[in-house]
């Protein structure tokens, strides 16, 4: 048995262990001409026969290296022309794309590797992606997301199988048949076989950081040990097994501890949160930030982070965290919500205390109050002859005012959080003061009962848990001080209409003219 042959069943074997392949699926594998890839290239072109699976590769060209790239690109090239395996061929040009992005070379060059993955692995209908992780890549992993302190779940170091698209389990897989081989079980293989392979020189860059611990920091390690890699490797399977579990645990108290927006975004209920054990807290409040972020991603996520939101968490008041990735975390009324960039710019509420805003600001809110989008929007006065019509845009919205009159047995008014009817006479009375679209004054005033009981417009918005950083935003219908309309909430009881009145009916839609609407059964005079 030659050591050629025992190295390719080492890989057949952890294949079949770990499930990465089943007969009859195609597998895509991620050349870029290094000695791991083409090593993983050479391998599976044997083993494709034998576990019945058929084979091409991918080629990313990043235009980092100049000519030395091109000739990584003419090499792999050759190489698949000798192997009789489809090639695929990407050019994109990285250092442009990363000043684009505000991102390194190293994460914008990863990024549009595996976006170029998976589009490839779409046209050619492959349910698997191979890339050429080793034993080495894995050490490194582990020491890097152990320095960066990003807990158990980075202790897991890299997955031998794990989705494409993270928390999508229907994409294509992402398999790494090296990963239990060491760099010089590699390059012994490529040298029985007699083949060659291209050296990346920016690999040899100490000041990026993977690298360092490449070439410093495990080598040390290697010489208190032999086997430092492989005793890192394995606790980092111990590690994988352990999240597992912990995922399922942590799966079920979050069905009582996190609720979810209408655009997705998460809320974190402090209540049933405190009761959970405290280490399940923070594996929570990790998942409150995989759901509010990009891609469901924990990239740049730490200890540090997490301890953040524990503060957050256990203080009091209103607060805010900012975090990795734009997104920033706010307490208030029981709930932490977590923003992702322009909804945290938008000063989006929270869910369930009637002051939810839309994800895209140019949505109207599921519920809850209708927020200015501009957080000076000053003030547009309104003139609505009766009978007429007039079309104002205020805050981002655009209001449409109708005039009419009840009938005398009473006027069907559906419930509608965008649309009420203000009684004419309201308007009327006040011939010195004009109709206004506005935010709130010092001084406003709200009547909240039919004998006319009036309450501070302030007092309002705390009872109805609009947090103070959003009340200066809610839109209002008003004449002088007295509110008639709070928008996507409630009207004044002087401002409803009486059977046989004039009425003006207001009507909001977005820009664009999208109306929400919460139709309910017509009750008659109730607007």
């Known amino acids: 048995m030659t050591d050629a042959f025992r190295f390719e069943q080492k890989i057949r074997n952890m294949m079949k262990r770990c499930r990465m392949v089943s007969p009859g699926q195609r597998m895509l594998a991620a050349v870029s001409g290094g000695a791991d890839s083409v090593c993983l290239l050479a391998v599976l072109h044997v083993l494709a026969p034998e576990l019945s699976f058929s084979l091409e590769a991918v080629h990313v060209e990043h235009g980092i290296r100049g000519e030395e790239s091109l000739q990584d690109c003419a090499y792999v ?35 549009q590797r595996y976006r170029i993955f998976e589009e490839t692995a779409e046209q ?29 779940r980075g202790l897991r170091g890299i997955l031998p199988v794990r989705p494409l698209r993270d928390g999508q389990a229907a994409s294509p897989l992402v398999v790494r048949p090296l990963l239990e081989t060491s760099r010089e079980e590699i390059e012994q ?64 108290a979050a069905e009582g501890c996190i609720h979810c927006r209408a655009n997705g975004q998460p809320v974190l209920l402090l209540e049933p949160w405190q009761k959970e054990e405290p280490f399940i807290r923070h594996r929570l409040l990790r998942e ?11 990239k ?4 540090v982070h997490v301890e953040a939101l524990m503060g957050l968490a256990c203080g009091g008041g209103e607060k805010s965290v900012s975090l990795p990735g734009g997104l920033t975390a706010v307490r208030a009324y029981g709930q932490i919500r977590f923003l992702s960039g322009a909804a945290a710019l938008s000063g989006e ?30 003030e547009r006065w309104v003139e609505v002859p009766f009978p007429g019509r007039q079309v104002v845009r205020y805050g981002g919205y655009c209001f449409s ?3 009419g009159c ?7 008014i559906p419930k509608k959080r965008f649309t009420k009817w203000i009684a004419y006479a309201t308007i009327a009375q006040k011939e010195s003061q004009k109709l206004c679209f506005r935010t709130r004054r010092p001084g406003d005033v709200l009547v909240v009962r039919q004998d006319g009981s009036r309450k501070k417009l302030s007092d309002y918005l705390i009872d109805e848990k609009i947090p103070s950083s959003l009340r200066d935003r809610v839109v209002l219908l008003a004449i002088g001080s007295e509110v008639l309309w709070v928008a996507g909430m409630r009207i004044s009881e002087k401002a409803r209409v009486t059977p046989g009145s004039a009425y003006v009916k207001v009507s909001c839609s977005t820009l664009e003219g999208q109306e929400v609407e919460d139709e309910r059964e017509c009750q008659c005079t109730d607007s």
């Not at 002051?355 to 599921?366: Q, R, S, W």
């Not at 009840?406 to 069907?412: D, L, S």
């Open 406 to 412: 009840a009938e005398e047995n009473g006027i069907c």
């Open 300 to 303: 740049d996520i730490g200890a």
């Open 349 to 378: 509420a929270l869910p369930a205390a009637g002051t939810v805003l839309p994800a895209t600001g140019t949505a109207l809110p599921v519920s809850g109050a209708l927020y200015a989008q501009d957080a000076r929007p000053g």
């Open 77 to 111: 090239e050759k190489l698949c022309g000798e192997l009789g395996v489809r090639l695929t061929v990407r050019h994109i040009h990285v250092p442009e794309l990363a000043r684009k992005s505000g991102r390194t070379e190293e994460e914008e060059a990863r990024i």
């Open 189 to 252: 293989y490529l040298e029985t076989r007699g083949l060659s392979y291209r050296t990346d020189r920016t690999n040899l860059d100490k000041t990026v950081t993977r690298n360092k611990i490449r070439h410093d920091i495990l080598p040390d390690l290697i010489k208190l040990n032999a086997q430092a890699p492989r005793h890192i490797a394995q606790a980092a399977e111990e590690a994988a097994e352990a999240e597992a579990y912990l995922e399922r645990v942590t799966a079920r």
């Open 401 to 403: 005012l109708v005039c």
């Open 124 to 152: 050619c209908g492959a349910q698997r992606v191979a890339v050429a992780h080793h034993l080495g890549d894995q050490a490194e992993t582990v020491l890097w997301n152990l320095i960066r302190g990003s807990g158990l």
């Open 288 to 298: 409150c930030i995989r759901r509010a972020s990009e891609h469901g991603s924990l």
